[in-house]
């Protein structure tokens, strides 16, 4: 018996020893939820001002980006007019007078080339449109086989 008692009794102190007491593990088992909870506090802090920051540059950028698009635009509107017209003075002020009269003539048949393909789409387009509200409709008159 008490060879029973005396392994009752280490293995209970051995139980004892292996738990922590709560002075030893109140603080700890306290500040490891406290830690982590004003750690995650602090990532959420740290990704609300990252988030203002970017609005903030973002708000002065805009400005900025906005100017240099249009800056870029005129530019570029600028120089494809000079070259243009700077090619076409220089040609017909340098070009004898049967290559400005062949030019004269290819831009009057590149003009009426356009337009008439422009017309064209036109065509086309509208054609699309009536025939798109006829298959949408289909109680109207054209829509039905046999009424003619």
């Known amino acids: 018996m008490e060879n029973t008692t005396n392994r009752e009794h280490k293995s209970n102190e051995s139980n004892e020893a292996n738990r922590p007491t709560e002075e030893t593990a109140g603080p700890q088992a306290k500040a490891e939820p406290q830690s982590s ?3 995650f506090d602090s990532v959420i802090f740290v990704m ?5 920051d970017a ?6 950028a ?6 240099a698009a249009a800056d870029a635009a005129y ?15 220089l ?5 004898p007078q049967r290559l ?6 290819g831009v009057k048949a590149g003009r009426e080339s356009a337009e008439d393909w422009v017309e064209k789409h036109k065509q086309r ?3 699309t449109i009536a025939a798109s509200s006829i298959q949408a409709d289909p109680y109207s008159e054209q829509a039905q086989p046999g009424s003619a």
């Open 37 to 39: 909870k004003s750690g």
């Open 48 to 52: 609300r001002q990252a988030a203002e």
């Open 55 to 60: 609005r903030d540059a973002a708000e002065k």
């Open 62 to 67: 805009i400005p900025k980006v906005k100017s």
């Open 75 to 89: 530019w570029m509107a600028y120089g494809i007019s000079f070259a243009a017209v700077f090619q076409w003075t």
């Open 91 to 95: 040609a017909k002020k340098l070009a």
């Open 100 to 105: 400005r009269t062949g030019a004269r003539d």
């Open 125 to 127: 387009s509208e054609q």
